[in-house]
């Protein structure tokens, strides 16, 4: 956990997030978007860079977990293995965090 | 002091089950840290695991005691279990408590582990005292996340490390009255079984 400290400059220091947890931000965004996101809405939902998301996307793919599709505008949609893996999931966030442990 | 010797018997069968919940929350820790790879749900695991083989241990001990008869030749291994048990709880709850204090870095908590050496001598009402007193802390913290995300898992986590805190209670008063043995046990099968609960409920999670 990261100490509760002001930085320099008077604001608080930004939550350092996982691969992991980014991957599963990546991919909520997509279940909320009712399984069809274009990468501009996963964009501002899992608050990433550009450069960044693309890279995060193209793991998520070799991974299986999601798809693209469409040539002039790409959309990505969760694969049934993407599905399942969100749904562990939550079970292992619920159970963690009924421990006061956040993952 | 002798325990109360009609409860021979289901004393080792509430460890039996207590033993068998805390094997179900190590392998649904152990299934969350192979998804995650986040050490806390590792260190519940190993937690948990240790929990159950010390009820496991002492479970089989007394009643191999119960089936002996009271043999005076196996009696010793009544005291055997016990010990092994107290030492594996106290291995699982200092885990624990660690794992708090990394989350928290209070104070407390640091006393907390400060304090375990002094426990590592054997199992008397003192060493138990060490266990009340992590157990209270553990309790503490459980009650703070549900105070904060006011869920039923989360009370149902808080409910088990207080009646765990209950029947260490309880087992430390046994020490003065022979009475207080079943209510320590019945204690700690209670806090095993709002575990149970707490699995259950996260298993149904959608």
């Given at each position: 956990?990261i100490?509760?400290?002001?930085s320099?400059?008077?604001?608080?220091?930004?939550k350092?997030?996982?691969q992991?947890?980014?991957?599963?931000?990546?991919?909520r965004?997509?279940?909320?978007?009712?399984?069809?996101?274009?990468?501009?809405?996963?964009?501002?939902?899992?608050?990433?860079?550009?450069?960044?998301l693309?890279?995060?996307?193209?793991?998520?793919?070799?991974?299986?977990?999601?798809q693209?599709?469409?040539s002039?505008?790409?959309?990505?949609h969760?694969t049934q293995?993407?599905v399942?893996?969100l749904?562990?999931f939550?079970k292992?966030?619920a159970?963690?965090?009924?421990?006061?442990?956040k993952? | 002091m002798?325990?109360?010797?009609w409860?021979?018997?289901?004393?080792?069968?509430m460890?039996f089950?207590?033993?068998a919940?805390?094997?179900?929350?190590?392998?649904?820790?152990?299934k969350g840290?192979a998804?995650?790879?986040?050490?806390?749900?590792?260190?519940?695991n190993?937690?948990?695991l240790?929990?159950?083989?010390?009820?496991l241990?002492?479970?089989?001990a007394?009643?191999?005691?119960l089936?002996?008869?009271?043999?005076?030749?196996?009696?010793?291994l009544?005291?055997?279990?016990?010990?092994?048990?107290f030492?594996?709880?106290?291995?699982?709850?200092t885990?624990?408590?660690?794992v708090?204090v990394?989350?928290?870095?209070?104070l407390s908590?640091q006393?907390a582990?400060a304090?375990?050496?002094?426990?590592l001598?054997?199992?008397?009402p003192?060493?138990?005292?060490?266990?009340?007193f992590?157990l209270?802390?553990i309790a503490?913290?459980?009650?703070i996340?549900?105070?904060?995300s006011?869920?039923?898992?989360?009370?149902?986590v808080?409910g088990?490390f207080?009646s765990l805190?209950?029947?260490?209670?309880?087992f430390?008063l046994?020490?003065v009255?022979?009475i207080f043995f079943?209510?320590?046990?019945?204690?700690?099968?209670?806090?095993?079984?709002?575990?149970?609960?707490?699995?259950?409920?996260?298993?149904?999670?959608?």
């Open positions: 956990m100490p509760n400290v002001q320099a400059v008077g604001r608080p220091p930004a350092y997030r996982s992991f947890r980014i991957f599963v931000d990546i991919m965004v997509i279940q909320r978007e009712g399984n069809e996101a274009k990468p501009t809405r996963i964009l501002y939902g899992a608050n990433l860079s550009h450069d960044r693309v890279k995060y996307l193209e793991e998520l793919k070799e991974l299986g977990v999601i693209e599709s469409g002039n505008e790409k959309i990505y969760l293995k993407g399942e893996f749904n562990n939550r292992v966030e159970f963690a965090g009924a421990f006061g442990f993952i | 002798a325990p109360v010797i409860f021979f018997g289901f004393d080792s069968l460890e089950i207590a033993f919940i805390a094997m179900a929350v190590a392998l649904q820790a152990m840290y998804l995650t790879r986040e050490r806390t749900l590792l260190y519940l190993i937690s948990f240790l929990l159950g083989a010390g009820l241990v002492d479970g089989l007394n009643l191999i005691v089936l002996s008869r009271f043999h005076r030749n196996f009696i010793y009544s005291r055997l279990g016990h010990t092994i048990d030492l594996a709880q106290l291995v699982a709850y885990i624990l408590v660690i708090y990394q989350q928290t870095r209070t908590g006393i582990v304090a375990l050496p002094i426990a001598l054997e199992s008397n003192f060493t138990e005292l060490i266990l009340i992590l209270v802390y503490a913290q459980t009650a996340n549900y105070n904060v006011r869920t039923t898992n989360s009370l149902l808080f088990a207080a805190t209950l029947a260490h209670v309880f430390l046994f020490t009255a022979p079943p209510f320590a046990h019945i204690s700690q099968l209670f806090g095993c079984l709002l575990l149970l609960g707490m699995l259950f409920r996260v298993n149904q999670t959608q």
